[in-house]
């Protein structure tokens, strides 16, 4: 007989997470990392139809957009706009997360987002004198995403 409710261990945690950034050849352990949202956003179009009133929907394209704060501790998104701005080229990202909660029977989810770019802004310099922490928010797209490690379904599902 099924189990009739999801146990609530299962639930993972956002908080125990990883993430790593690498820029050219260099990985970074984002330690500094406050949040990361990763999202692909599948692109439609209306297909209308003879003999029914309701019109389908069909599948065009996609885009995956990611969103990190970060505490502005270290100045390696700093050192991407600077070489934009004096090259016109953007050093390769590449953005890893790793979802792994001990308490849940679902074990690890890896993504590894690649060939990311930076859209918007990059904070360079926060002065204020209410205090505060130095942390930014900064958003991009990547190209592709993989996943080497994929949550365990679980029985009861």
Known sequence: MPQAYMPANDAPSSKLATAFVTIRDR????????????????????VPTLGRTVNGRKPVGAEIKWKAVVYHCAEIFDEVAETYKNT??????????????????IGRSTKVY????????????????????????????????????????????
């Open 88 to 105: 016109g080229l953007m050093p390769p990202i590449e953005i890893q997360t790793t979802n792994e909660d001990p308490a849940t029977s």
């Open 114 to 157: 690649t060939d990311c770019i930076i859209d918007g802004d990059i904070l360079l310099s926060l002065l204020n004198a209410e205090g505060g922490f130095v942390e930014q928010t900064i958003e991009g797209y990547a190209m592709d995403f993989t996943r080497p490690e994929k949550y365990k379904t679980p029985d009861y599902m």
């Open 27 to 46: 990985r970074y352990e984002m330690l500094n990392m406050k949040e990361f949202e990763g999202k692909m956003n599948i692109k439609t179009e209306e």
